[in-house]
């Protein structure tokens, strides 16, 4: 179970004490290793999970030593876990210590600078650093046990922060996926105004990343209320998956969904949306009212603000010119 606590002074204190260990067994044979308290519970005044989070960096060259050093206190290597540039170890000692995790990293390394420049930034501003908590506490009361819809929840926050902090690397690397993939919704919004619909987009991704379901405003062409761009795209993906379960999927949509959509993601079992505008007359997922954290059966994880820019000038261009044709006078002869 996510459980996110107020600071506790503690954490600091079981940093010094692993750190003091870990130093005594590297002195030896990488002596110019730094070690780092990352995370949460290194910026006092932080709600955090009460995990310690550790970077150890090495120079180069230096990982093979460390692993060494690391295995005399018992802490057994574990691989990268896909995340290039950061080696996990987990403690196998006999000796209880607090609650941590532990990770190698390369001086220079991308993954070190973006764990220290998230901290740095959170300790040097109190309003990110109290919004911030605000998101964990909101994320581990919406998704007690669901860590992978945990992080989704606090993903726009966080990558905002990483640009901000100056990170482009990770953070453009990272966001630049979701900004793929809000593409694809934003090329089915501008088709849907080419047929004088209102330009909303969406897509369904499977859980492996794949594009399974598309969608666009049809609700003209259609007469139907219903067609909305991202009902369109569930019928499409449930068809394609011959089942209305679309657990694992996540969708992306161009506009911030209403209460109905809002209703048929839940009920589809949509593990993430991910949408571009925030719609302050009828969204959904905050911009009017929050479905997701209001209904108890929503298990699904909601970013906003995925080229929202981008998203919102196709929606005011489209009403822009239709004011215009409402206002233009009839000429004779038309």
Known sequence: MITVEPYDPQWAADFEKISADLQSALISLVPDAVIHHVGSTSVPGLAAKPVID??????RGAFFAAKSALGTLGYAHQGDYGVTGREAFKYLGAAPRPRHHLYVCESGSAELARHLALRDRLRADDRERDEYA?????GARLYPDDIDAYIAHKAAFILALYKKAGVPDFASRVYDGYEHQMSRAIALA???AHFGETPVGAVVLSPDGAVIGRGRNRREARSDVAAHAEIEAMRDA??????????GCSLYVTLEPCAMCAGAIIASRVSAVYFGAADKLAGAC??????????PNAGTAVTGGILAEECGRLLSAFFAERRRDADEPVRRGD
């Open 190 to 192: 501008k088709e849907a």
């Open 286 to 295: 905050g911009g009017r009212v929050n479905l997701f954290m209001e209904l």
């Open 238 to 247: 449930a068809a394609r998956l011959g089942d209305w379960r679309l657990t």
């Open 134 to 138: 605000r998101i964990k506490r909101e």
């Open 54 to 59: 550790i970077d150890i960096e090495t120079p």
